[in-house]
Structure formats: C-alpha cells, structure tokens
C-alpha cells in the first residue's frame, strides 16, 4: 500500500518539468566483485567455490599448510625454520593477540624478502610472488573506460562489452572482498561508515524532467554529518546532510533517462574512499571517471562509480591501516600475492617514465537512501579528530615509504611509530605485556 | 663540500647492477622472437648466484627488446624427465614469476679439466660439487602484454627484474 502511495507520488514527480533537485546519502558502498559462489557451499578447504573463483576465495594464512607454501618462498629460512614457524606448539587455530599463530604468522609474513632485514610489506618487490586466485569468469561490473573492447575486458551482467574493472580480476578471490555482501572487510568498512566513520552524499539538480533530463549536475562527496538511522536501525530517508567543497568533493555533468543517471566521463573524479579506520578516510581519486545512479524509487536508489585509481592508493588502504601481517592473517589474504596482481593487471595511467601503468581499473557499488543534501551555512574544511592524528602519520609515512622502495628499488626501513614497527623485527614477534 | 657532492652524484649515476666483463653474457636470436641466452664464467660462487643473474638478464633483455614478458623453454634432453614439466592450472593461482621454475641448463669443466660436461636440472643428477669454467642458459621466447599468467613458464619481465636488481651481480 504504502509502495503503491510513493509510486503514484513518484511518478507525479517525475512528471513535473522545471528546477528540481535530488539527494541521496550512500547506504552502501563496496567493491563491484561479482560474487559467484554460494555462501551455504564448501568442497574441502575450498569457501565458496563458484564461476568467479573456481577454488573459492583465498586462504592465505588460514591453515599451517598454506602458512608453509608462503614461507618455504623466503630463501633464508631454514626448512627447520619454516616447519616451527607453520606449525607453532599448539593444538588450536588461535588467532587472538595472546595466542600463539597470530603473532608468530603475522611476524613470520611480513619478512619474506631476499634477506632477513627487509620487511616486505613495506617493500613486496622483494619478496617472491606466493600467487593469487584471479577472477576468470568473464561477467563483471564496471564501466567502459578505454573505450575500446579487448580480450581480457568483461561483459556487463546486462551485455555491454568493453567492461574494465581490472581490480575485480585481480582482487576479486580475495576473502574479506568476496561474497554476497558478507565479505569480512565489506560488512566491517560499511559497518564504519554507518556508525559514523564518514558520509558520502549525492546531490542532482536540473531544469528539467527529474527523471529525463539531458543537463543535469551531479555532486558527490563527503559529509560532515553522520548517516542517521530509523527505529529499524537502517539508514533513515529523507535526512538533511551538509556536503563539503572539499578535497573529496567532485561536480560533474550528468543526463537522465528513464531515471538512469549517467555522468560525463571526467578526468578527476573525488570523493572519499573507503575506510575502516579513521587513518585511511582519505580521496578515492579516480581517474577518467565515471558515474551512474539508478533512482528505483522516490526514497532509494543504487550507484555505481568507476575509473582508474593508482594502484599504490589501492595497496596502502588495504594493508596500512593497522600492519599486513595483522589483516593478512585474520583475513586469509596475502598482500604480497595481492602487490603482483595489482601490479600485473594495472591498465590505466601510464607512466612514460617507468614504461609501466600506475592505474588499475576499478568499479565501486553503492546503495542510495533518499537525503537532503544542502551546502553548509559557511564554508567549512573537513573536520580532523586529533586524536587520531599519530595513527593518521603511520599510515602517511608508511605509504611513502612504500612508494619510494617501489619507485627507486632500495628497501625502505620501517617507519618509527607504524603499524608495521610493532610486527616485530626480522620475522620475530615482539613478546607482548600482558595486562594484569 | 664539493668532493662530496660529486661523490654523491657518481654513487647516484652507478647503475644498480655492475656492468658484466666482455662475453660474460650473450644473447643470440634464434628465431623472430626467440633467443638463447647465456652466462659464463670461471669462478664459480653458488648456483643460486649465476642463474639469478641469467633470470636478471633475460628480464632486462626481454624489456630491451620492447616486450613485457618471456616464456622459457625448458632444455629438456631425451631421457631428462625426473622432474615433471610444469602444468598449466588456469584455475590455479596466478603469478607474475616462479622462480622455482626458473630452470637453466648448466655446461661446465669439474676442477682442473678440459672437457665441457653437461648438467640438467630435469636429470635427477645431483649437482656437481667442483665446478671451474661455467656456461648456464636458456632459451626465451617474448611476448606482449597482457601477460598470461597462468603459465607455468611465464616471467613477467619488470617484476622480475625488480626482485633481482639489488641481489645480483655478473660472475667472473
């Protein structure tokens, strides 16, 4: 009944001619993988094997069999080395911080370089490629961006060719990504968000048919206000949220058809990324963008942003937030297999100066509630929690130091005060305090 | 103050890996895009040491030679088959090198003699213990981008190169 209501109330809208404007806030925000498996179904080790992933999602670290295969790479371990390290003297896959796999797996894989000094999440060139499962089917979602149709591109689930996401081929078996919106790192970063961690909000305005106009402008970008949530605990319609000019912050032209909304394809494309923690809430940044939004229905709709984003932004946020070796145990990845995919499948941004490409197509899904969108009353920058500001530096100093060993080929020491200083030195857990 | 700043800029302009002694590596073509690559030298350290400086060459070859990656193929001579030729798993992980899979023919003279020897790593021989004069090689066969990275066999050229260039250097 009440559908029906908003329907009618829906369609008098969308009828009406003149200025009008529209705003959404993102309910919803996530990788565009394509999830081809069945989260009730496993075949021996194997989670969720499916047309994307033939062996199911990646179980780096998830066993002492696979923490073996990853170390027995390391050249100056010992074969006695690697048997202690892949199977510690415990009966139980504990993976709290006083058990005994964690600290001793999280340590262990995070030197894996040619020689003992080296951390490798900080440098991956100089570490062995352990391998990653890599998407094969060839449905995927996305957007065109090169313009061009080529082997290795997919095809859209609705049939257009030419699809470039190339992060889903390269990450898109990898765990905390995969599934059907159950991935560990999806529910944990779109959990963040929702509890405040930052605001994504979309503003439309245009002179027209609200749901057929060709001059539209689309805003997008951060909000200073957190997402507000019904009674229900779901994300409330018809909220009021502020967006902010800032660096994160991107207007674009759009046109309307049928209530499909397509931008330009612009160059720079701004708005925030996404984060689990405050220290990786920065620009998305992507390249030779663009956007499309699907209004359903007058209170929700669905998006999809797309473009080239540098895969040095792509590698930080999903290693430096706390330290690699922490994530890639608990969430059965494996960041060095994920450097080479990155690097391998990058296709966008070239670098004439390296011969390479920096820039690995990408596509982002997000799901819209209806918002009021307005701009504040003055101009305000983005709100900073100062108590976050050390970790905030962790994670600055070590994507530099990452982007200069990869860029100059010389190992880079760990940054004083990182998420990766506290691993432990040389492969050796740093024995922790316990509280009593 | 001036000695140091040219000092620093000579450190700058070395190039990363020593430049080899004449003949210590060749590269001959041996077909439109393939080659046969060789290393040789007289002092021998540690195997590990020359075939990561053949694995360094060919990845620097291949990009030299304005490709993105090669494909070795394995030397294998009759009767060679102890160790199993690799398999294809395009279901499998997907890799930008193996180096396990790195796997060249070695020829050398044992200590003191005059005749060339032959050792496969696809033999099941061990390896020998007294090695003087050394040749090590493989043939190579470049490809473009994309790379297919479900090959056993295939070597992207700039990672390759990236993990090797501080670990390597041209023997003797």
Same mark, same amino acid.
Request: glycine share 8%; charged share 25%; proline share 7%.
């Given at each position: 009944?009440?559908?029906?209501a908003?329907?009618?109330?829906f369609?008098?809208?969308a009828?009406?001619a003149?200025?009008?404007v529209?705003?959404f806030v993102v309910?919803w925000?996530?990788?565009?993988?394509?999830?081809?498996?069945r989260?009730? =179904?496993?075949r021996?080790?194997?989670i969720?094997?499916g047309?994307d992933?033939p062996?199911?999602s990646t179980?780096h670290?998830a066993n002492?069999a696979?923490t +073996?295969?990853?170390?027995?790479l390391v050249?100056?371990r010992?074969?006695?080395e690697?048997?202690?390290?892949? $199977?510690p003297?415990?009966n139980?896959? $504990?993976?709290?911080?006083?058990?005994v796999?964690?600290?001793?797996?999280r340590?262990a894989?995070a =030197?894996r370089?040619?020689n003992r000094?080296?951390?490798?999440?900080?440098n991956?060139?100089?570490?062995?490629?352990?391998?990653?499962?890599q998407?094969?089917s060839?449905?995927?979602?996305?957007?065109?961006l090169d313009?061009k149709?080529?082997?290795?591109? +997919?095809?859209?689930?609705d049939g257009?060719?030419?699809?470039?996401?190339a992060?889903?081929r390269?990450?898109?078996?990898?765990?905390?990504?995969?599934?059907?919106g159950?991935g560990?790192?999806?529910?944990?970063? $779109?959990d963040?968000?929702l509890e405040g961690?930052?605001t994504i909000v979309?503003?439309l305005t245009?002179?027209?048919d609200?749901?057929?106009?060709?001059?539209?402008t689309?805003?997008?970008?951060?909000?200073?206000?957190?997402?507000?949530?019904?009674?229900?605990?779901?994300?409330?319609?018809?909220?009021?949220y502020r967006?902010?000019k800032?660096?994160q912050y991107s207007?674009?032209?759009?046109?309307i058809?049928d209530?499909?909304?397509e931008?330009?394809q612009?160059a720079?494309?701004h708005?925030?990324?996404?984060?689990?923690? =405050?220290n990786?809430?920065?620009?998305?940044f992507f390249r030779n963008?663009?956007?499309?939004?699907i209004?359903?229905?007058?209170d929700?709709g669905?998006?999809?942003?797309?473009?080239?984003r540098?895969?040095?932004?792509?590698?930080s946020q999903?290693?430096?937030a706390q330290?690699?070796?922490?994530q890639?145990?608990?969430e059965h990845?494996?960041?060095i297999a994920n450097y080479?995919?990155l690097?391998?499948h990058?296709d966008?941004?070239?670098?004439p100066?390296?011969?390479?490409?920096?820039g690995v197509?990408t596509?982002y899904r997000m799901?819209l509630?209806s918002a +009021?969108?307005v701009?504040p009353?003055?101009?305000?920058?983005?709100?900073?929690?100062?108590?976050?500001?050390?970790r905030r530096k962790a994670y600055?100093?070590t994507?530099?130091?990452?982007?200069?060993a990869?860029s100059?080929l010389i190992p880079q020491?760990?940054p004083p005060?990182?998420?990766?200083?506290?691993?432990?030195?040389g492969?050796?857990?740093?024995?922790?305090?316990?509280?009593? | 103050?001036?000695?140091?700043?040219?000092?620093?800029?000579?450190?700058l302009a070395?190039?990363?890996?020593?430049?080899a002694?004449?003949g210590?590596?060749t590269?001959k073509?041996?077909a439109?895009?393939?080659?046969?690559?060789?290393?040789?030298?007289?002092?021998f350290?540690a &195997?590990?040491?020359?075939?990561k400086?053949?694995a360094?060459?060919?990845a620097?070859?291949t990009l030299?030679?304005?490709?993105d990656?090669?494909?070795?193929?394995?030397? &294998?001579a009759k009767?060679?088959t102890?160790v199993?030729?690799?398999k294809r798993?395009p279901n499998g992980?997907?890799y930008?090198? &193996?180096?396990? !899979?790195?796997?060249?023919v070695?020829?050398?003279k044992?200590?003191?003699?005059t005749?060339?020897?032959r050792?496969?790593?696809f033999?099941?021989?061990?390896?020998?213990?007294?090695i003087g004069?050394?040749e090590?090689?493989?043939?190579i066969?470049l490809r473009?981008a994309?790379?297919?990275?479900?090959?056993?066999?295939?070597?992207?050229a &700039?990672?390759?190169s990236?993990l090797?260039? !501080?670990?390597?250097?041209p023997?003797?």
């Amino acid at each position: 009944m009440k559908t029906c209501a908003l329907m009618i109330c829906f369609a008098a809208a969308a009828s009406a001619a003149g200025p009008w404007v529209k705003g959404f806030v993102v309910s919803w925000y996530e990788p565009a993988f394509r999830f081809g498996g069945r989260s009730d =179904y496993s075949r021996g080790t194997e989670i969720e094997p499916g047309v994307d992933c033939p062996h199911g999602s990646t179980t780096h670290f998830a066993n002492p069999a696979q923490t +073996f295969k990853a170390i027995s790479l390391v050249p100056w371990r010992t074969s006695k080395e690697i048997e202690a390290i892949s $199977n510690p003297p415990t009966n139980t896959l $504990n993976r709290d911080g006083e058990g005994v796999y964690y600290p001793v797996w999280r340590a262990a894989s995070a =030197y894996r370089g040619y020689n003992r000094d080296i951390e490798t999440y900080i440098n991956p060139f100089a570490a062995e490629d352990p391998g990653q499962p890599q998407v094969v089917s060839r449905i995927g979602e996305g957007f065109n961006l090169d313009g061009k149709i080529k082997e290795i591109d +997919f095809v859209s689930p609705d049939g257009e060719k030419g699809i470039d996401n190339a992060l889903y081929r390269a990450w898109g078996c990898d765990a905390p990504w995969r599934g059907n919106g159950n991935g560990t790192l999806v529910l944990r970063s $779109n959990d963040k968000m929702l509890e405040g961690l930052y605001t994504i909000v979309i503003r439309l305005t245009g002179n027209k048919d609200p749901m057929n106009d060709d001059d539209v402008t689309l805003e997008i970008g951060y909000s200073p206000d957190k997402v507000m949530k019904d009674a229900s605990g779901r994300v409330g319609a018809d909220y009021s949220y502020r967006i902010l000019k800032s660096e994160q912050y991107s207007k674009l032209k759009a046109k309307i058809k049928d209530g499909v909304v397509e931008s330009e394809q612009a160059a720079e494309i701004h708005m925030p990324q996404i984060a689990w923690f =405050y220290n990786q809430t920065r620009d998305a940044f992507f390249r030779n963008g663009k956007i499309r939004l699907i209004i359903e229905s007058e209170d929700k709709g669905t998006g999809l942003v797309g473009g080239y984003r540098d895969w040095r932004d792509l590698y930080s946020q999903n290693v430096f937030a706390q330290d690699g070796g922490q994530q890639g145990v608990r969430e059965h990845e494996d960041h060095i297999a994920n450097y080479y995919a990155l690097r391998r499948h990058a296709d966008g941004i070239y670098n004439p100066k390296t011969k390479r490409y920096d820039g690995v197509s990408t596509a982002y899904r997000m799901q819209l509630v209806s918002a +009021f969108v307005v701009d504040p009353d003055k101009p305000m920058e983005m709100p900073v929690l100062s108590a976050e500001m050390r970790r905030r530096k962790a994670y600055d100093d070590t994507a530099a130091a990452m982007i200069k060993a990869t860029s100059t080929l010389i190992p880079q020491d760990v940054p004083p005060g990182s998420g990766e200083e506290a691993v432990g030195r040389g492969g050796v857990p740093i024995p922790r305090r316990r509280v009593r | 103050m001036f000695r140091f700043l040219c000092l620093g800029i000579v450190a700058l302009a070395q190039p990363m890996v020593p430049p080899a002694g004449p003949g210590v590596f060749t590269a001959k073509k041996i077909a439109a895009t393939s080659y046969k690559l060789v290393v040789m030298g007289h002092k021998f350290t540690a &195997r590990a040491d020359v075939e990561k400086y053949l694995a360094y060459r060919a990845a620097e070859h291949t990009l030299e030679q304005n490709a993105d990656w090669f494909t070795l193929t394995e030397d &294998r001579a009759k009767g060679e088959t102890a160790v199993p030729v690799p398999k294809r798993d395009p279901n499998g992980p997907r890799y930008s090198f &193996r180096m396990k !899979n790195f796997r060249p023919v070695w020829r050398y003279k044992a200590g003191g003699a005059t005749e060339w020897k032959r050792w496969s790593p696809f033999s099941g021989e061990p390896f020998p213990s007294a090695i003087g004069d050394f040749e090590v090689s493989v043939d190579i066969l470049l490809r473009k981008a994309p790379m297919d990275d479900a090959d056993p066999l295939g070597f992207e050229a &700039r990672a390759l190169s990236d993990l090797l260039i !501080n670990q390597v250097s041209p023997p003797k």
